[in-house]
C-alpha cells in the first residue's frame, strides 16, 4: 500500500488553517492540522478534520447526471453528452432572448477557489448578462456598498488590526465559533485573547450571550438595532468633542451630515429601540476615543437587518471619527500581494449601481444583484426573463428568502444546471447535475481573502489528490459552456482578443501573472527575489509577507475627488431619514424576533451528511429565552410552530438564557431533503421560509435579504417525543 502525507491548506472557511492529509493508495484517508503552518500552527476545527468524509462520502456526486423528463430522478450520462445538450439548450435561449436570458448564482464555496471565481466572473462578463446573483446579498454586500459609498470602490475593505488593537468592538460576530470573516486570522481565538493579554478589550454586541460573547465583554443589544446604537456612540463623540478633528479634517468630506445625524440619536433617545442603557452606550464611546487603536468590526448579525449599508457605513464612520481608521491598532487595509481592489477597478468588475434589477430597481453590488429576487426574474416574462440558470456551489433553496418560490419557479426554466457534489435541497430540480472536484482536488490560492489576513500571508496548495470520479474543476466546465456559445471566458478584454488565436491561459498562468505584477511581485525577475507562483510554492506551508497589514495608504485606496473618504453620500442622508422615521414597532402578534446563528459543527447547509460532525444526537433547535418560554407555554424540547407574515416552520424549541428576552435564533443551512442520507435523517427545518423575497422587504442599498429581526410568533405544538 502506497501511504504519503501531503500539506495542504482548510477552504471550509476564511481562516485557511494549514493541514496535512495522509493519502493511501490515492485516496485521502485523513487530514490532520498542520503543526509547521505559520499561522495556523496546528489548529484546525472539527470541520476540517470532517472534510475526510465529504471527501469519500457514499452519497457524493461522481459522474455527470440528467433529471429524468418525469422528475423520478437522475440517469448517469456522459460529459460529452450533457455538454453537448447544455449547449444546445444555451445557443436556443441565447438565441430566442439574448444574453440577458441566462443567468448565474454562485454560491460560498466558490469564493474558496480562484479559478471558479475568476472563470464565473470572465464567462459572465463575455456573455454580457446582467443576471449574476450570488450569496453576497445574504452576507456582505452591504460591505462592499458602504464601501463604494465611503471610499469610491466597493472593494476597499478595512479589517480590525487584531495584532495591535487595545479596544476591538464586534456587531454581530460570533468568530469562535465562524472562526472569522471579512477577517483572516486563524487561531482567532489566541488573537482575541491576545488583545485582552495586552491589557485591552473585546467587547461584542450580540442579541445572544454567545461563545465570543462569554469569552469576552458581552453588550445585549435588541435585533437590528444597530444603526442606532452607532449613532448614539456618534453622538456622544460628538457631543463631548472627543473627535479627533485634525484626522477627520485630513481624511474625510462632509462630516457636518454626520454630526447632525449623530445629534438627532442621543443614547438615551436610542435606549428603548436598541435596549442598550444609555448609560453603557456613553462609557462605551468614551473608551473608543481614548483607546490607543481601537476598531469597530461588523459581521453577519450586522449585515442581515434592514439598514445593512447604513450600519456597514455607521461602522467605517466611528473609526474615522475617533481618529482610528488606516492607523496601527484602528481598522486598516491588509497587504495584499494582488491588488484585487486596483485590478477590479481598472477592469471595470468594481461596480456599485451599474445594473439595476428588473423589480426593485436596486443597485448591482460587485455585479450581484439580489438572489431573493430570483423567482421572479424566472417567472415574470418580458425582457431580461431568465430561461436557464446555472448555480454552482450553491444551495440557494435553503440560503436565500423564500425557497418554497425558487423551487416552484424552476420549474418554468429551460434549463437549469447545477456544478455541486452533492444532490443538495436546489439541485435536485436541475436538469443536469455536473459532479465537481472538492478543494483537496484543486490547487489553490486564497485569492479573494489576501487582503483580510490580519498578517499579511500567502499559500499555495497543489491539489492533494486528483478529482474523484469524473469529477472536474468548475473553470474547465465553464469554458465549455463558452465554447459552446463561441465566448471567451475572461474579464481581461486582451485575454479575450487573443483568446480567438487558440491561446488559453489557464488558472495557474493567470495566478502567476497577477503575483509578479502586484504589490510583492519579481515583474518577471526585475524585482529579484520577489514573488512569483514557483516561489509561493517554495514554501508549501505558506509564506508570511509582513509584519503587519498596511496603515497610511488611506489616499492610495480612495477613489472620491480628494482622495478623502465621503462621510455625507445621498443614499446614506436617505437611509438616515428612514431611520429616523421608523416607527417603534413592538410586533402586534408577532412579538418575537427571530434571528440566526451558526453552529461549530455545521457549515451553511453542506456538511450534515458527515459523520464525524453529526455524533451526539444533534438536532436543529430554536433558541429560546426561559421567560419567553414561560409567556408561550413552551417547554424545553417541545415541538412549536414559529410564524411570520411568509410563512411558517415547525421545530422543536431548546430553552436557554444565552437569548436576549424577545428574541429567537434558529441556524440557516437545515431542511434536508436531497441526496443527503445522513442530512436528510437530521433534516431540521428551512428557516428562510420566513424570510420574505418581496423587493420592499430588501435592503435598499444592497439588496440585502432581511434575515436577522423577522418578527414571527410562536406557538406550542406538543412535545417532541411525542410528535417523533
Ligand atoms: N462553524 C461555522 N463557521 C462558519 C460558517 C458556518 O456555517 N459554520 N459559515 C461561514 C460563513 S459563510 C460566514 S459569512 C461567516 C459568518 O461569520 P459571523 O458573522 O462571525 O458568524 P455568525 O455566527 O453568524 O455570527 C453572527 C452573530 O450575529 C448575531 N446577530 C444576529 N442579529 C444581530 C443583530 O441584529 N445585531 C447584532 N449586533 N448581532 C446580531 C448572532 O447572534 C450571531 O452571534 O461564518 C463562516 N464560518
Ligand atoms: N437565515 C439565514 N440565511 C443565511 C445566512 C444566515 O446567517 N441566516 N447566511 C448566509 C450566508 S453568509 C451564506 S455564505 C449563504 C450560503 O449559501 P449558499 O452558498 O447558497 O449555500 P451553501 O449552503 O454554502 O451550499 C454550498 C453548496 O456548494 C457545494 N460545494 C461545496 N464545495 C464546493 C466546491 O468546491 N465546488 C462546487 N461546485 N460545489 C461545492 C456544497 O455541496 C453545497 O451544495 O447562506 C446565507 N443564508
Ligand atoms: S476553522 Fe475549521 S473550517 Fe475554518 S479553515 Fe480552519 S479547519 Fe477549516
Ligand atoms: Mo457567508
Not at 471527501?55 to 457524493?60: A, G, I, L, S, Y
Amino acid at each position: 500500500m502506497a501511504v504519503r502525507e501531503q500539506v495542504t491548506f482548510c477552504r471550509i472557511c476564511e481562516a485557511h488553517c494549514g493541514m496535512v492529509a495522509t493519502v493511501e493508495d490515492g485516496r485521502v484517508v485523513k487530514l490532520r492540522p498542520d503543526p509547521e503552518h505559520p499561522l495556523s500552527a496546528g489548529y484546525a476545527c472539527p470541520k476540517g478534520i470532517a472534510m475526510v468524509d465529504v471527501q469519500n462520502d457514499p452519497d457524493r456526486v461522481l459522474h455527470p447526471m440528467r433529471r429524468r423528463a418525469d422528475g423520478t430522478g437522475f440517469d448517469r450520462v456522459s460529459w460529452d453528452e450533457a455538454l453537448g445538450d447544455i449547449g444546445r439548450r444555451l445557443r436556443a435561449v441565447r438565441d430566442a432572448r439574448g444574453p440577458a436570458g441566462i443567468g448565474w448564482y454562485l454560491g460560498n464555496p466558490a469564493a474558496f477557489s480562484y479559478s471558479h471565481t475568476l472563470w464565473v466572473t470572465g464567462f459572465l462578463k463575455a456573455l454580457g448578462t446582467p443576471h449574476y446573483y450570488s450569496a453576497g446579498t445574504q452576507d456582505v454586500n452591504n460591505r462592499f456598498a458602504a464601501s463604494a459609498l465611503l471610499y469610491g470602490n466597493p472593494l476597499v475593505v478595512p479589517i480590525p488590526d487584531l495584532n495591535r488593537t487595545s479596544l476591538l468592538l464586534m456587531l454581530g460576530a460570533n468568530p469562535l465559533v465562524s472562526h472569522g470573516s471579512v477577517l483572516t486570522a486563524p487561531r482567532v481565538r489566541d488573537q482575541l485573547r491576545g488583545i485582552v493579554d495586552r491589557g485591552g478589550r473585546v467587547v461584542v454586541v450580540d442579541p445572544r450571550r454567545t461563545e465570543t460573547a462569554r469569552a469576552f465583554e458581552h453588550v445585549p443589544i435588541r435585533p437590528d438595532a444597530d444603526a442606532f446604537l452607532l449613532l448614539s456612540l456618534l453622538h456622544v463623540i460628538f457631543d463631548e468633542g472627543l473627535e479627533d478633528g485634525r484626522t477627520v479634517a485630513r481624511q474625510a468630506t462632509g462630516v457636518e451630515v454626520l454630526r447632525a445625524a449623530a445629534a438627532q440619536h442621543p443614547p438615551e433617545a436610542t435606549e428603548a429601540r436598541t435596549g442598550v442603557p444609555a448609560k453603557d452606550v456613553r462609557r462605551l464611546a468614551r473608551d473608543l476615543a481614548a483607546a490607543d487603536g481601537a476598531a469597530v468590526y461588523g459581521r453577519t448579525g450586522s449585515c442581515l437587518g434592514r439598514f445593512a449599508t447604513l450600519v456597514a457605513f455607521l461602522i467605517d464612520a466611528v473609526n474615522v471619527v475617533t481618529g482610528n481608521l488606516d492607523a496601527p491598532g484602528g481598522a486598516v487595509f491588509g497587504r495584499p500581494p494582488v491588488a484585487l481592489d486596483d485590478i477590479g477597478a481598472r477592469l471595470g468588475l468594481a461596480t456599485y449601481g451599474s445594473v439595476r434589477s428588473r423589480f426593485g430597481n436596486f443597485p448591482d453590488v460587485l455585479g450581484n444583484l439580489p438572489a431573493a429576487l430570483l423567482p421572479r426574474e424566472i417567472t415574470t416574462p418580458g425582457e431580461r426573463q431568465i430561461r436557464a440558470l446555472f448555480v454552482s456551489a450553491g444551495n440557494p433553496v435553503l440560503s436565500v428568502p423564500d425557497g418554497e418560490a425558487l423551487e416552484a419557479a424552476f420549474a418554468e426554466l429551460d434549463l437549469l444546471v447545477s456544478l455541486d457534489f452533492y444532490v443538495n435541497e436546489t439541485n435536485r430540480h436541475a436538469d443536469y447535475i455536473l459532479p465537481a472536484a472538492t478543494w483537496l482536488e484543486r490547487a489553490d490560492v486564497p485569492l479573494a481573502f489576501l487582503g483580510f489576513y490580519t498578517t499579511p500571508f500567502i499559500q499555495h496548495s497543489e491539489a492533494v489528490v486528483p478529482p474523484a470520479g469524473e469529477s472536474r474543476e468548475e473553470w474547465e466546465v465553464i469554458e465549455s459552456f463558452a465554447d459552446a456559445l463561441g465566448l471567451a471566458p475572461s474579464a481581461i478584454p486582451a485575454l479575450r482578443r487573443v483568446w480567438r488565436f487558440g491561446i488559453k491561459p489557464g488558472p495557474e498562468r493567470l495566478l502567476d501573472l497577477l503575483l509578479r505584477t502586484g504589490p510583492e511581485g519579481d515583474f518577471f525577475g526585475l524585482r529579484r527575489g520577489r514573488l512569483s507562483l514557483a516561489k509561493v510554492r517554495r514554501h508549501p506551508h505558506g509564506l508570511v509577507l509582513g509584519e503587519h497589514p498596511a496603515t497610511g495608504v488611506l489616499r492610495e485606496k480612495v477613489r472620491h475627488r480628494g482622495k478623502r473618504v465621503r462621510l455625507d453620500p445621498p443614499e446614506i442622508r436617505g437611509e438616515l431619514a428612514r431611520l429616523r422615521a421608523r416607527p417603534l414597532d413592538e410586533g402586534g402578534d408577532k412579538p418575537l424576533r427571530l434571528i440566526g446563528m451558526r453552529e461549530l459543527r455545521s457549515h451553511n447547509s453542506w456538511m450534515h451528511n458527515a459523520p464525524l460532525l453529526m455524533r451526539g444526537r444533534r438536532t436543529h433547535a430554536l433558541r429560546m429565552h426561559p421567560s419567553d418560554a414561560a409567556a408561550n407555554g413552551v417547554e424545553d424540547g417541545a415541538v412549536v410552530r414559529v410564524t411570520s407574515k411568509s410563512g411558517s416552520v415547525e421545530v422543536a424549541v431548546k430553552v436557554t438564557d444565552e437569548m436576549m428576552p424577545g428574541t429567537v435564533a434558529l441556524p440557516h443551512g437545515w431542511g434536508h431533503r436531497g441526496g443527503w442520507q445522513l442530512a436528510n435523517r437530521h433534516a431540521g427545518v428551512n428557516v428562510n421560509l420566513l424570510a420574505s423575497s418581496d423587493p420592499d422587504d430588501l435592503e435598499p442599498l444592497a439588496g440585502m435579504a432581511f434575515l436577522n429581526g423577522i418578527p414571527v410568533r410562536v406557538e406550542p405544538l406538543g412535545s417532541a417525543s411525542a410528535s417523533a
